[in-house]
Structure formats: C-alpha cells, structure tokens
C-alpha cells in the first residue's frame, strides 16, 4: 500500500520531511510539493521524488490535486490552523510540524475539523522516536524504576542563525528561516513555543500522567532582536505527583553532560541523549549503558504515521498529545507574564 503525499513548504522541515518520505518509499510517496517559492518546490521535487511531484503555488492548489490523499505541512507557525483546517475539509490526512497551533481557541477548532472529517491527524514531535527515549519509557512503563520524583527535559542550543542569516540546510532560493521567526505574530510566541516543543512532549512522554500546574521564568539573553524570549526554565506538576523541569534555550547550549533527559525514581534513575541511555538503580555498583547508533528520527516518525493511516496503529502524536503540549506552554506564558502558578483543566484547550 502507497500513501500519496503533498509538501506544503519546502523550507528546512520541507527538505528534512521529504528526505523522510524518500525513506518510506514505497509505503509513501511524495506526488506534490507546494510553495511560494517554485524553486524551492522544484529543488524538492528533483531531490527527493525524481521531479515526479507535481508543483504547486500554495496549499488550495495541492489540495485541489486529486493524487494527494495525504499532507505533511511544513510552514510558520501562523499557517498551520489555516492549513489544517484546510486540509481537513478537503478530507486529506495531515502530519503537521510543531507547534499545533498559536492559541487555545485555534486547538478548539482543530479539533472540531479532525472530529468532522475523520481524517487522521499527526503532530511531527520527530523526537519521539529517538531510541533512547523510547527504552526510557519502555523502563518506566515496567514499573522498574518504582514512582517517578522527579524529571527533566532539556533542549538547548546556541543559535547563530539570526546573527548569520545563515539557513540551516542547503535550500533553494526564498525567504530565510529565520526572518518569520522574529515575528511574534507568525511565531505566537519564542523559542518555548518553537525549539521547546520537542522537550514539552519530551517532558509529557516520560510523565505519562497530566499536567496539572505549570510556572515558568522566560528570558532573552542572546537574541535581542526576537520579539519572544530565547530561554524558558518551566515547571510542571503531574496528577501522579512527579515534578518536571524544562530547560530550553536558544542561548546556551546543552550542558556538558549532554543530558536530553534525566528521571529520578524511587527505586533509581535514568539518563538519555540521542546516542545513549544509562540506568542507575540504587545500591548498585555500577550503572547499566546503552549506546545507540544515530537515527533519522523523521523517518520514523514518517513511518508512524504511515502505520496509523496504513495499519491503523495507534497514534503516539495525535491531537489529544499536541494540544497537552500547547496547554503546557501557553500556561507557562501566563504564568511568566502574571508570575504565578497557572492550573491545567482536564479540558486541554483549557488555563486555569
Ligand atoms: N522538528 C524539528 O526539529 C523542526 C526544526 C525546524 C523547524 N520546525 C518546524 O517546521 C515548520 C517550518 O519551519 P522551517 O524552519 O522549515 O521554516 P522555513 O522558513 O525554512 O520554511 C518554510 C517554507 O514555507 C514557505 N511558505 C511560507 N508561506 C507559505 C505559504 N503561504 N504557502 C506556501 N509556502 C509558504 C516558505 O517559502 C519556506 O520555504 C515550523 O512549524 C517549525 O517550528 C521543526
């Protein structure tokens, strides 16, 4: 079976999303690819589907192409509502890159849309198939390291890009990476809404409980010239009682130890990063280590969702996940800007 995919956006995640779809093939197929650059569709197009895809002006024309049963949207941030929306009347199946959306109301009206149409809906958190975090979750779901304490998602790095203009993968001729991402209006935020979406969900995978409060410190320290902040340090607190720390910045990077994530327990602790994950339970001598050869995480997360739409497996990024996520975040906005504890409702398109 062959699902029939449509780019929209051939920007970085344009190029990196194809590259995954190549991977897949023959599972998927990349039939279209539409952007307001036609270069950039077109380079697309040449690298990664033999210039077979079809090349379109913006996302009304790919989804009026009768191949495309599926989207795998690519855009600012501003742009994924209005796409989805789209795609979703137009009964097309959608992976979205982060975040879901700007706001909680646009979360609400995602939903509806998904709801309606039946279509299946993907959000692209790429990190969760990185495997050390996966035999992370693997651990902790056995109940080996007893009730989790305490954990800690990091996602850091210095980012020179707005300093050098600089794109961050080789990319046909358009606008650059980096300049809506000074936008706040086609951000919706800074760098927690962007770069800290991947250790949000990071943070929520290894919870596997509900986010119950949240407060945060936001600060910019390196990029002045970003209307958001480039640094968030938030809190959360969990319905079974664990507390998470994310610390995400575009300031600084990792420390290092390297740590994308640490978990203390009752019964021990775990540490992981993209090429390893040590297990410490108490009392021993030594801690157990895994290494890992690097993954293209896009690609597996192009195959997951192949196996949702394909297989009917369950969905590990659906819209009840990213909209957790979105709750997270926006409520560490409100608790910044009004410094207090904010209350996360049931209802994730909720603050209290
Ligand atoms: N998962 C990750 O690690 C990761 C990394 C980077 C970006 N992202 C996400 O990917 C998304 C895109 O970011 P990016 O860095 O690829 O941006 P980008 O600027 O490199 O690419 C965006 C592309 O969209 C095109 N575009 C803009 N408006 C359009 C429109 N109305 N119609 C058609 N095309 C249009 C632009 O010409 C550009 O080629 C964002 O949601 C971002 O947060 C995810």
Not at 48 to 56: D, E, K, N, P, V
Not at 95 to 107: D, G, R
Not at 218 to 238: H, I, K, M, Q, S
Not at 326 to 350: C, F, M, W
Request: glycine share 10%; proline share 6%; aromatic share 6%.
């Amino acid at each position: 079976m062959t699902t029939r995919v449509g780019i929209i956006g051939a920007g970085w995640m344009g190029v990196t999303h194809a590259q995954a779809w190549q991977n897949n093939v023959p599972r998927g197929e990349i039939v279209a690819v539409a952007d307001v650059s036609e270069a950039r569709a077109r380079d697309v197009s040449e690298r990664f589907a033999g210039g077979r895809a079809r090349l379109h002006p913006d996302l009304e024309a790919l989804l009026g192409d009768p191949a495309v049963e599926a989207v795998d949207i690519c855009l600012p941030h501003h742009l994924h509502r209005p796409s989805i929306l789209a795609a979703a009347a137009a009964g097309k199946h959608v992976l979205c890159e982060k975040p879901l959306c700007l706001s909680l109301a646009e979360a609400r009206e995602i939903k509806s849309a998904i709801d309606e149409s039946g279509i299946t809906f993907m959000s692209a958190h790429n990190q969760l198939f990185t495997p050390s975090l996966v035999e992370a979750r693997q651990l902790l779901a056995e109940g080996t390291l007893g009730k989790t304490y305490l954990a800690r998602s990091t996602e850091a790095g210095r980012n020179t890009g707005f300093k050098t203009g600089q794109p961050p993968v080789a990319l046909a001729p358009g606008a650059s990476s980096w300049s809506w991402r000074l936008d706040k209006m086609q951000t919706g935020g800074g760098e927690v809404l962007d770069t800290g979406w991947h250790g949000a969900y990071r943070l929520l995978a290894l919870a596997d409980s509900r986010p119950v409060e949240v407060t945060a410190m936001l600060a910019n320290f390196y990029l002045p010239e970003l209307e958001g902040e480039d640094t968030g340090v938030v809190l959360v607190r969990f319905e079974s009682g664990m507390i998470g720390l994310l610390v995400t910045s575009w300031a600084f990077p990792n420390a290092p130890d390297g740590w994308s994530f640490q978990v203390s327990a009752e019964r021990g602790s775990i540490a992981g990063h993209a090429r390893k994950l040590v297990h410490a339970p108490y009392g021993q001598p030594a801690p157990a280590e895994r290494t890992f050869e690097p993954v293209h995480t896009f690609t597996r997360e192009v195959t997951h969702f192949l196996d949702v739409i394909q297989a009917g497996e369950p969905g590990q990024a659906t819209w009840e996940h990213a909209a957790r996520v979105l709750q997270v975040i926006l409520g560490a906005y409100t608790a910044a800007a009004e410094r207090r504890t904010v209350a996360l409702p049931e209802d994730p398109t909720e603050l209290g």
